[in-house]
């Protein structure tokens, strides 16, 4: 009898800790990141590189908040860097004067309209996700390439530096509009019927659209937020830069792929959360910043990070056979 008890106790028990570190895992990998970071050099645990992680971190971190549901509705977004080059150079060209809201809104305009025409192939042409965002990735680099002649757009207004380079209450701008954009997000996955629709065109589109739902509308929604925060992303960076560059954002999408993917969102769909996307972020900034203070060649970076990639989605793919 006592045998039995140890028994279900010890199932008990594993049980316990399969669900703590399917909860929490990925947090913990990021804070056993952290630690061997600081074991291995002791300029990287001090309040101003803490700092400057998050800052460098927001601009991918919003692409990825911005990728996530598009990924739960088993699409793809690769043409989001390319979009920073565009907004970047054409932000660049409206902030030469005294005005702070005209770059802004075209920025924010043109990345909303790019997600839009993203969203509308995908939804009603019916055309494969990963081909019309590529095909747009190459066409958005191209854009920003002859909108600028190639060249750098330089001379922005003092104003416009403080959205990328400000500080509130000794906190980065970039990252104040990181959180907000985090939270607004949060909100929209987890409070709103949009969320929903999200999250049930994701587990299953045949059955959301016999429910009712209007993939159609949806899908073209997250295609057009992704692009609304590409077009954010591009005006911090811009402002962070002092220039508009037609070669920014180069890889800036897988990165944010990347994030979400290590932060739990599944590639199958009907799976992701926005804390889990932050934190597979804030995993990347750690570990490029890390990499960085140790001298690690970024070549050696590159294969790091793809193997991080390759194993998240390793894991992915295991998690949806056992549940089959």
């Known amino acids: ?30 804070i056993l990141l952290i630690a061997l970071m600081s074991i291995l050099t002791p300029h990287f645990l ?45 932000v660049a060209s409206f902030a030469q ?6 770059p802004i ?8 309209l790019i997600g839009l025409i993203n969203g509308t192939l995908v939804a009603k042409a019916m055309l494969a996700p990963f081909i019309v965002t590529l095909g747009m990735m190459t066409a958005a680099r191209g854009a920003a390439m002859l909108y600028s002649d190639g060249r750098p757009i330089g001379g922005l207004n003092e104003k416009f530096a403080f959205i990328g380079q400000g500080v509130i209450f000794g906190i980065p701008v ?8 985090g939270i607004v997000t949060w909100v929209l996955l987890n409070k709103t019927k949009y969320g929903k629709y999200i999250y049930a065109i994701g587990g299953n589109e045949q059955a959301a659209i016999t429910a009712g739902i209007n993939v159609s509308r949806v899908k073209m929604f997250v295609y057009s937020y992704a692009g609304l925060l590409a077009g954010i992303a591009g005006i911090i960076l811009t402002s962070r830069i002092s220039s508009g560059q037609p070669q920014a954002g180069v890889m800036f999408e897988l990165d944010a792929i990347a994030s979400a993917v290590i932060g739990g969102t599944s590639l199958f769909g009907g ?5 889990g996307t932050i934190i597979g972020a ?41 549940k089959k």
């Not at 309040?47 to 800052?55: A, D, E, M």
């Not at 809104?105 to 909303?112: D, E, P």
């Not at 799976?271 to 804390?275: A, E, N, R, S």
């Open 46 to 90: 001090t309040s101003t590189n803490l700092v400057n992680i998050v800052r460098q971190m927001s601009i991918i971190g919003i692409l990825a908040i911005g990728v996530t549901p598009i990924i739960i509705t088993k699409g793809i977004d690769l043409s989001s860097g390319s979009l920073i080059a565009l907004v970047s150079v054409v």
């Open 282 to 322: 804030l995993i990347i900034g750690v570990m490029n910043n890390g990499l960085d203070l140790l001298g690690v060649s970024s070549y050696w970076q590159q294969i790091v990070k793809g193997a991080i990639i390759v194993s998240a989605v390793y894991i992915d793919t295991r998690k949806n056979r056992q």
């Open 174 to 181: 970039p990252v104040l509009i990181f959180a907000f954009v």
């Open 97 to 102: 004067g005294d005005s702070i809201m005209l």
């Open 1 to 30: 009898m006592s045998l039995e008890i140890e028994r279900n106790k010890s199932s008990q028990t594993k049980e316990i800790a399969k669900h703590i570190l399917k909860k929490y895992g990925i947090f913990l990998i990021l």
């Open 105 to 112: 809104l075209m920025g924010v305009g043109v990345g909303l």
């Open 271 to 275: 799976i992701g959360t926005v804390g």
